[in-house]
């Protein structure tokens, strides 16, 4: 699973061949969540309170690269990495 994105001990995945809708992969000290990019929604899993607040404020500064990496790991392409949070 390729890492688009790092930032405060937290990983930003996206899965090549993976399902619908379209998400990324957020892990941070073992706990790990799917995000939708739509409506940034935890769709399974879980993460601390504040590593997921930090999640929703870089995806919501991402959302369109996120929507273009799912494009590109939809056509099986490199992803693009994605400036980290600040």
């Keep these: 699973m390729p890492c688009i994105s790092e930032f405060f ?14 998400h990324f992969h957020a892990e941070y000290a073992g706990d790990e969540a799917e995000f939708s990019i739509d409506t940034l929604e935890i769709l399974v899993g879980a993460l601390p309170r ?4 930090l999640v929703l404020e870089w995806a919501s500064q991402h959302r369109d690269d996120l929507r273009a990496n799912w494009h590109r790991a939809r056509q099986g392409v490199p992803l693009q990495k994605i400036d980290p949070l600040e």
């Design 50 to 53: 504040r590593s997921r607040a």
């Design 9 to 22: 001990g937290i990983a930003i995945s996206m899965y090549y061949n993976d399902h619908a809708p379209p």
